[in-house]
């Protein structure tokens, strides 16, 4: 493929894809506060609430959660120059990050 091709291609992906990242083993994964910011949650807790329905059409469309999404924490530095720890919800599978937006929520 030519450089221009591949550069324009490049260009043109979704927001989706800008924001997927992938593992030291290559595998890709979606972080849940950019997929917030995505899909233009101004307050990631308010975004939390979506990602629990989204575990919960996962376990009723016969998945399991393991699978497909992990609960991690990191550490962040604030205002005062210390560092507290906040909550991360990766997706672990292109699944997972696409519940959210496309799910009917089984409830």
């Known amino acids: 493929m030519s450089k221009k091709i ?3 291609a490049e260009t043109h992906l979704s927001p989706f894809e800008r ?3 992938a593992s030291e083993a290559n595998n890709e994964y979606w972080d849940s506060r950019d997929l917030a910011k995505v899909l ?3 307050q990631y807790r308010n975004f939390e609430a979506v990602v629990e329905k989204a575990k ?5 469309s016969g998945h399991r959660i393991e699978d497909h999404f992990a609960d991690v924490s990191k550490m962040v530095g604030i205002g005062s120059g210390s560092n507290r720890e906040i909550k991360e919800r990766p997706g ?3 699944l997972a990050a696409r519940w959210p937006p496309h799910s009917p929520w089984p409830c």
């Open 92 to 94: 672990r599978s292109r």
């Open 6 to 8: 591949k550069k324009a």
């Open 19 to 21: 924001i997927k990242r």
């Open 56 to 60: 919960l059409a996962c376990f009723n």
């Open 40 to 42: 233009e949650y101004t």
